[in-house]
């Protein structure tokens, strides 16, 4: 997620190529928003946003938590990654610096792991937003994920508050 994180920085004046909206979560109480091309097939969840690639390469969440219940959130993107065969290399945890993204401060746990389709880079990330802890969730195939790497970074930087 660091490559990501610092790849949004140079797409913030980059507008997506692809059509997308802008997508406020959760719609009950926004907390944020963010763009996602239509083509990644992003859709709400109980607790947020998610969305897949195309090419099924690179899966992306947001979830949103009360910071009590951030890490019972945390334990379920955790169980979604396991029930969908990814598996998380502890000894390769690397804890990303934080990043400024449009006044989230983002910091990330960053795993080597596989899935059914060989290897895999993990990242579970967190930025608080007022009284509430959104929970990012990547899962990305290395053999395929950069070529999304301008997407992601498209769109974490169209990241923001809610009004």
Request: aromatic share 8%; charged share 25%.
């Amino acid at each position: 997620m660091k490559k990501l994180l610092i790849a949004s920085v140079f797409a913030l004046s980059v507008p997506f190529g692809a059509s997308a909206a802008e997508l406020s979560f959760p719609s009950d109480a926004p907390v944020a928003s963010i763009t996602i091309p239509d083509t990644w097939g992003p859709q709400e969840t109980e607790t947020g946003i998610d969305a897949t690639s195309e090419d099924g390469a690179v899966y992306f969440s947001i979830d949103v938590a009360d910071a009590a219940s951030s890490d019972k959130t945390t334990d379920i993107a955790i169980d979604f990654l396991t029930k969908n065969g990814v598996k998380i290399d502890p000894a390769t945890l690397k804890e990303s610096p934080e990043t400024d993204i449009n006044g989230f401060k983002i910091s990330s746990l960053d795993y080597q792991g596989t899935d059914e389709s060989g290897p895999v880079d993990v990242s579970i990330g967190f930025a608080a937003a007022g009284e509430k802890v959104l929970i990012f969730t990547y899962w990305g195939s290395k053999e395929t994920q950069a070529a999304h790497e301008k997407e992601l970074g498209e769109m974490l930087a169209s990241l923001k508050p809610a009004k």
